[in-house]
């Protein structure tokens, strides 16, 4: 079964000032399109095509790395687009709750993602994953993700950030610090909730 690109849950420029449209563009209609293609040709003819991603990342070190990158490409993208949104909020209830219990305030967790986030050396990701039902940041290189067997930190992410040049380097160009601030005016906190409940 082939692996197909998920259409952008709202418009190119709804993230505009925050992430620009032709960033979106390109992000989604050329990077996506490119790991959901390659996964494709890397699993074709092979016992993997017929494995689920979810089993792909869970077994991501016994796979050859074309498979296991692009599979992190395409379950990361496909997450990514589904956390923000035009009209985020703010975080509530119980999820309110726990990021209060682990980090303190909002602000804390802001810092630590970020600093995360900046200090991931060259190409990855930045996450906020529920492990032993405890919010906790971490971050991935390349396209790994903590769901991966081979990650160093593993949990469920309910919430991450693309820290690829591709991502910002439109709009921000060097400064990945601006645009991981820039990232909490545009988080879907309804979506985050939803996957906080399911991670739990
Ligand atoms: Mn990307």
Redesign the pocket.
Known sequence: MAFTLPPLPYAYNALEPHIDEQTMKI?HDK??QGYVDNLNKAIAGTDNENKTLEELLANAGKLPAGVRNNAG?HW??SF?WEILSANGGAPSGSLADAIQSAFGSLDELKAKFNAAGASRFGSGWAWLIVKDGKLEVTSTPNQDNPLMDVAETKGTPIFGA?V?E??YYLKYQNKRGDYLSAIWNIINWKKVQENFDKAK
């Open positions: 992000h990077h996506h490409g990361n993208h990514f693309d690829w591709h991502a």
